[in-house]
């Protein structure tokens, strides 16, 4: 079945470090390609998305593109900011359109 | 405007009680969600509705259940929970079939079951 792998973390950097938070996916057919993040206390908020090969999501300084010759979707940002500390999940949806699946999350923590 | 709302924002009952929990959405989406969130994980899927109509129950135990009024709203009944079911429990909505589109989520209310 579809299945979203996350990297590990817990991710500690330093305030205007680079950011790299690694995701794979297996899937079927072609699915859409989501990046979540959660900040402490709060829900999960939509930060970027991208639903076909080499389309490339953008947010709030945050990118990743839709690989699909490595079946990645890498998220990426060139200098975090304290305020960026939060749980960060990749979601995949199936493209038949019938579920939607998340991997384990990361952790970041950015310290000034 | 992509804003679902949950009430309450934190919950505590014990193991008798009857609660509820609600959610809504007024973005005319027509798929809406009920997820658990246990510390450090990602949410686990209980119950989707499409068109106002269960669509997927997760094998979820009957002392939840679900209901949906209408389009725009989403209920959680509890009734006789255990301690593990301590959790945030988050609604999402998305404009239709469950992995055609991005979900927006709420909040989450804050369930302790004691």
């Known amino acids: 079945g579809d299945s979203v792998t996350q990297m590990e973390g817990p991710v500690t950097l330093s305030e205007e470090a680079f950011l790299t938070i690694n995701c794979t996916y297996t899937?079927?057919?072609?699915?859409?390609l989501f990046w979540y993040v959660q900040y402490p206390g709060e829900g999960l908020q939509l930060l970027l998305k991208?639903?076909?090969?080499?389309d490339k999501g953008s947010n709030k300084g945050f990118e990743a593109t839709y690989r699909k010759e490595t079946t990645s979707f890498h998220l990426e940002k060139g200098s975090v900011q304290v305020s960026d500390s939060a749980v960060y999940f990749c979601?995949?949806?199936?493209?038949?359109?019938?579920?939607?699946?998340f991997g384990t999350g990361t952790s970041l923590t950015v310290i000034p | 405007d992509t804003e679902v709302t949950q009430t309450p924002k934190h919950l505590v009952m014990g193991m008798t009680n009857k609660k509820s929990l609600k959610c809504e959405q007024h973005?005319?989406?027509?798929?809406m969600y009920w997820y658990k969130q246990k510390a450090k994980k990602p949410p686990e899927l209980m119950f989707v509705?499409?068109?106002?109509?269960?669509?997927i129950n997760e094998s979820v135990p009957s002392r939840f259940s679900p209901e949906c009024p209408n389009s725009s709203l989403l209920n959680l009944h509890l009734h006789a929970l255990q301690p593990e079911d301590s959790a945030l429990y988050l609604c999402?909505?998305?404009?239709?079939?469950?992995?055609?589109?991005?979900?927006?989520f709420g909040p989450g209310t804050r369930l302790t079951v004691t």
């Open positions: 979601a995949l949806s199936d493209s038949a359109g019938n579920q939607f699946y």
């Open positions: 973005m005319g989406h027509r798929a």
């Open positions: 999402a909505s998305s404009q239709d079939r469950p992995g055609l589109y991005e979900q927006y």
């Open positions: 899937a079927t057919g072609y699915p859409s």
């Open positions: 509705y499409s068109y106002e109509k269960l669509s």
């Open positions: 991208a639903t076909k090969a080499d």
